[in-house]
């Protein structure tokens, strides 16, 4: 689960993370009001969005503009600002063409940057570990600083038994080319991260730029939060930050009954029971010439009403000229699959082409229903007949 950097930020207070003053507004007059509370000879406008890039986006209405994030060096050139922002669709290399609304603003102090660092915590699956990345390419794509120049990149990784260690956070600053008491301050707040990262179940916090100001303080400028959703169930107080219009709609639903669903760009919907076996479905159709319109696993407990839910949400996508139903019943039994799929092309009036492919528990109750529903429902035998089946299905239907 994401949520916005105002969010991040009232979160890492809580931990003692160096931050700049800040509130948000989700109108020009209460951006107006937070600036004059503030009383910062220059204030940021940041808008709010679930996509990273902001500053050197741009708005639709206003191509060539100022972006996402703008200085403003008055309370009245905030509120010109905040109208030209709110209400506005803001495109980033993270939005895609359609770009985010911009709902909310989050109005905060200037600073006088000496420098920019790059700072993340994240969950490093490879080495069973929480790591910390780090580089003096601060206010950059870390994508692009790894790809172009990564010798400028640092990584530590911490014992889950030992915690972080002192060490570790000086090792880290000496290499950013920080100073005296500047390293002091950075092990500090590197500490602090990583107590936020470990008490709130987080899978990333990403602080890019971490800034030192002239003066030598050592601050987090931006933040970036996602955490566990697996473990929301002991964080109530997160669950309720979690903003639905940065959502897709149809992988909101699909979360309502425990679906594991991504829209995609392609033509095939597909549907699977296995993030493994999804993910080979999805390269095969890759492989006979079309490309997959969704990630959609049903997990091994799917019922009958969590298959017709999956085929609605399938549905909705415009783009779906097709759907492959590819399901290995270990745990999920063929016929339950077979009868939900029956149920939910009738429901919904199927009108794209359909392949079926069946193996395990009750493989033969599950065909023969599919069979005797007196539907268009094509049968086959393995995972490539259903790719060649469902790609050559579309193409004659277009």
């Not at 689960?1 to 109108?27: D, R, S, W």
């Not at 959609?296 to 999956?310: C, H, I, M, Q, Y």
């Not at 794209?352 to 023969?368: D, F, I, S, Y």
Request: proline share 3%; aromatic share 6%; with cysteine.
């Amino acid at each position: 689960m994401n949520i916005h950097e105002y969010q991040a930020k009232v979160l890492l207070a809580k931990f003692a993370v160096p931050l700049l003053k800040g509130g948000v507004a989700y109108t020009s007059d209460e951006a107006m009001d937070v600036a004059r509370k503030l009383g910062s000879p220059v204030t940021v406008v940041k808008s709010q969005i679930h996509a990273g890039g902001r500053g050197k986006g741009r708005f639709k209405n206003d191509p060539d503009g100022k972006g996402g994030v703008r200085l403003a060096k008055s309370v009245d050139e905030v509120g010109i600002n905040a109208a030209a922002m709110l209400g506005h669709e803001l495109v980033t290399k993270q939005t895609g063409p359609a770009g985010k609304t911009v709902k909310r603003l989050y109005i905060e102090q200037g600073c006088d940057i000496k420098r920019e660092l790059y700072l993340s915590i994240l969950v490093d699956r490879a080495a069973s570990r929480i790591a910390v990345i780090a580089s003096t390419e601060g206010g950059m794509d870390i994508e692009t600083v790894a790809h172009d120049t990564p010798e400028k990149i640092v990584k530590q990784t911490i014992d889950p038994a030992a915690g972080f260690q002192g060490y570790q956070g000086r090792k880290i600053a000496f290499a950013l080319g920080l100073s005296g008491k500047q390293v002091g301050a950075f092990v500090a707040l590197l500490g602090n991260l990583y107590r936020a990262f470990t008490e709130l179940d987080c899978s990333l916090i990403e602080i890019n730029p971490l800034v030192v100001t002239a003066a030598g303080e050592v601050i987090a400028l931006d933040a970036k939060m996602t955490f566990d959703d697996n473990a929301l169930y002991r964080h109530a107080e997160l669950e309720a930050l979690r903003d639905l219009d940065e959502e897709d709609p149809a992988e909101t639903e699909a979360g309502k009954y425990a679906l594991n669903y991504v829209k995609l760009d392609g033509q095939i919907g597909c549907m699977v029971n296995g993030a493994g076996l999804a993910m080979a479905t999805m390269d095969i159709i890759k492989l006979y010439g079309s490309a997959p319109a969704n990630f959609l696993d049903v997990g091994g407990g799917a019922t009958k009403e969590r298959v017709t839910a999956a085929f609605k949400i399938i549905l909705k996508d415009s783009n779906v000229e097709g759907i492959l139903v590819n399901i290995f019943g270990g745990i999920m039994r063929c016929d339950v699959i077979a009868e939900g799929v029956v149920a939910a092309a009738r429901e919904v009036n199927l009108h794209v082409p359909l392949v079926v492919r069946l193996e395990g528990t009750n493989v033969e109750l599950g065909k023969k229903i599919l069979k005797e529903s007196g539907l268009k429902i094509t049968s086959a035998e393995n995972l490539a007949d259903a790719a060649e089946k469902i790609v050559k299905a579309v193409k004659e239907a277009n």
